[in-house]
């Protein structure tokens, strides 16, 4: 997506926390979303965040959001195996109703 | 409860061909999206719909019309495929913000 920017690869062992990085440009945009894509599937929400947030946790994810610079992020804490999958960030630009995705990050989990 | 529905699943196209993509969402959802993913790229969004009557051109609108026919259904037509159309093609829908996009199981196109 033209819009939002996101790191094609992150590689990390078993165990580990995992931290995805997501810029965006909009200002206006309200909602911020993580969705995850396995082989051959389609997308599937993992968590969203309102932007009058900073922070929200959900089980082993956690979003954080840095408004004034447009950057969002997602830890997944103790990753295993099946987490290794495409995180894709996207906002919603509530002024036009679009959703535009970022291109993706591709997690690799090493056992 | 089907969600969104999308068919085909593959299809493949000559050049020149014209083909439309059908998608049917049953959770009364006012917007519907499409989208086309090709590797590194992520999604790009082609055409929305932000409610039934209306549609509104996305990121990469050129070679694609749309219907929104009525709230339940939206389609993508390739008047004229050409290779560069060769991508997996997901539809979409939302309700109110804040809520998740539900999508389809995608189409896999190819254009030869």
């Known amino acids: 997506g033209e819009d939002v920017e996101q790191s094609l690869f992150l590689s990390v062992r078993e165990g580990d926390s995992s931290v995805i990085n997501c810029t965006y440009t909009d200002s206006s945009s309200t909602y911020l979303y993580w969705y995850k894509q396995e082989p051959g599937a389609g997308l599937q929400l993992l968590t969203y965040i309102f932007s009058n947030m900073d922070m929200k946790q959900d089980q082993r994810l956690t979003v954080l959001l840095n408004k004034k610079d447009k950057h969002l992020s997602l830890r997944i804490a103790d990753t295993q195996t099946g987490d290794s999958a495409i995180y894709f960030c996207?906002?919603?630009?509530?002024?036009?109703?679009?959703?535009?995705f970022g291109p993706g990050t591709s997690l690799s989990v090493i056992p | 409860n089907a969600g969104v529905t999308q068919t085909p699943k593959f299809q493949v196209l000559k050049t020149g061909q014209s083909m439309t993509l059908q998608c049917a969402q049953d959770m009364n959802h006012n917007s519907m999206y499409w989208y086309r993913q090709d590797p590194g790229m992520g999604l790009r969004l082609i055409y929305y719909s932000a409610s039934e009557g209306t549609t509104d051109k996305g990121e990469v609108p050129n070679g694609y019309n749309v219907s929104r026919l009525n709230k339940r259904e939206f389609s993508l037509r390739l008047e004229s495929a050409a290779p560069s159309q060769t991508s997996v093609y997901f539809c979409?829908?939302?309700?109110?913000?804040?809520?998740?996009?539900?999508f389809g199981q995608g189409t896999r196109l190819t254009v030869v």
């Open positions: 996207a906002e919603r630009k509530t002024s036009y109703d679009k959703v535009i």
């Open positions: 979409a829908s939302m309700g109110t913000p804040g809520t998740e996009a539900f």
